[in-house]
T-cell receptor, first 113, second 112 residues
Framework: QQQVKQSPQSLIVQKGGISIINCAYE??????FPWYQQFPGKGPALLIA?????SEKKEGRFTISFNKSAKQFSLHIMDSQPGDSATYFC????????????FGKGTRLSVIA | DGGITQSPKYLFRKEGQNVTLSCEQN?????MYWYRQDPGQGLRLIYY???????QKGDIAEGYSVSREKKESFPLTVTSAQKNPTAFYLC???????????FGDGTRLSIL
């Protein structure tokens, strides 16, 4: 059973455009939702994270939107740049103890000039 | 610099051979995790440890074993029982539930 569903699987965006990646979760006990960015041959790196007490969090060009009632959250990358080309993973976990993150299957983003 | 070190970066396994992947962290984190990454499959949890001398199976533990004798070390052994070991293996650690999970740069395992 996949607990975090991520879409699309791949995305091509023009330079300067907005990249949008969506995730949906099933477990209502989840209360921590990070996004990770991974470049080829490297480990994922935390990009931005949100907790359900807020509906939106912005850090530079990256914004997470969170809809608790719909059990969905999304990553928006404004003014997308070729350097943003990478694989993005959403994840979720419960806040009790150090329960492992559950990851989506990833989205491969290509930003073309 | 604090971080997670995985070694080797590339590893080749012969049929019937066990191989061990190293993961060391100097972040003083209690929890450590092993994930397997296959194209289009995301990150799947193999084993995790929340404290020294204790560990739990993840979603795909069959054919793998771990130990956690020291806080900073969490080696993963890929045994001969794992029939499809070719993948990118990622180690991660986390201090507390409210802190982010950090990853190493992975070990790519291939079959000879």
């Amino acid at each position: 059973q996949q607990q975090v569903k991520q879409s699309p699987q791949s995305l091509i965006v023009q330079k300067g455009g907005i990249s949008i990646i969506n995730c949906a979760y099933e477990n209502t006990a989840f209360d921590y939702f990070p996004w990770y960015q991974q470049f080829p041959g490297k480990g994922p790196a935390l990009l931005i994270a949100i907790r359900p007490d807020v509906s939106e969090k912005k850090e530079g060009r990256f914004t997470i939107s969170f809809n608790k009632s719909a059990k969905q959250f999304s990553l928006h990358i404004m003014d997308s740049q070729p350097g943003d080309s990478a694989t993005y993973f959403c994840a979720a976990s419960r806040n009790s103890g150090n329960t492992p993150l559950v990851f989506g299957k990833g989205t491969r983003l290509s930003v073309i000039a | 610099d604090g971080g997670i070190t995985q070694s080797p970066k590339y590893l080749f396994r012969k049929e019937g051979q066990n191989v061990t992947l190293s993961c060391e962290q100097n972040l003083n984190h209690d929890a450590m995790y092993w994930y397997r990454q296959d194209p289009g499959q995301g990150l799947r949890l193999i084993y995790y440890s929340q404290i020294v001398n204790d560990f739990q199976k993840g979603d795909i533990a069959e054919g793998y074993s771990v130990s956690r004798e020291k806080k900073e070390s969490f080696p993963l052994t890929v045994t001969s029982a794992q029939k499809n070991p070719t993948a990118f293996y990622l180690c991660a650690s986390r201090g507390t539930a409210r802190q982010p999970q950090h990853f190493g740069d992975g070990t790519r395992l291939s079959i000879l």
